[in-house]
Nanobody, 121 residues
Framework: QVQLVESGGGLVQAGGSLRLSCVAS???????MAWFRQAPGKEREFVAG????????YYGDSVKGRFTISRDNAKPTVSLQMNSLKPEDTAVYYCAAGTLLATSAHPYDSWGQGTQVTVSS
């Protein structure tokens, strides 16, 4: 397993932007990385994923065209650029690492502690 630490959450008005970062304790070369989010009373939801080696990205339907996941090959960091934020994007956002890229949480065996994103209307 790899240790993951998220940062960049906060409070923003609807229509605004935030950038989340996830720093890993080791190389992510052989991992599939993903961002999930969980709002109060709701299940954890897949937001975006990236195959570290190929760079291929995947997005949940609710964020397509607004969010962008990227990786920094110079250091083990994956980021999530969030634009045109909506109140329904309010949630705790988690970074996850695993050997299989999936939209469910089960295949991921390393998780960060989460960072709160709050979008006001």
């Amino acid at each position: 397993q790899v240790q993951l630490v998220e940062s960049g959450g906060g409070l923003v008005q609807a229509g605004g932007s935030l950038r989340l970062s996830c720093v890993a304790s080791a190389t992510l070369r052989f991992y599939r990385m993903a961002w999930f989010r969980q709002a109060p009373g709701k299940e954890r939801e897949f937001v975006a994923g990236i195959n570290w080696s190929s760079g291929i990205t995947y997005y949940g339907d609710s964020v397509k065209g607004r969010f962008t996941i990227s990786r920094d090959n110079a250091k083990p960091t994956v980021s999530l650029q969030m634009n045109s934020l909506k109140p329904e994007d309010t949630a705790v956002y988690y970074c996850a690492a695993g050997t299989l890229l999936a939209t469910s949480a089960h295949p991921y065996d390393s998780w960060g502690q989460g960072t709160q994103v709050t979008v006001s209307s």
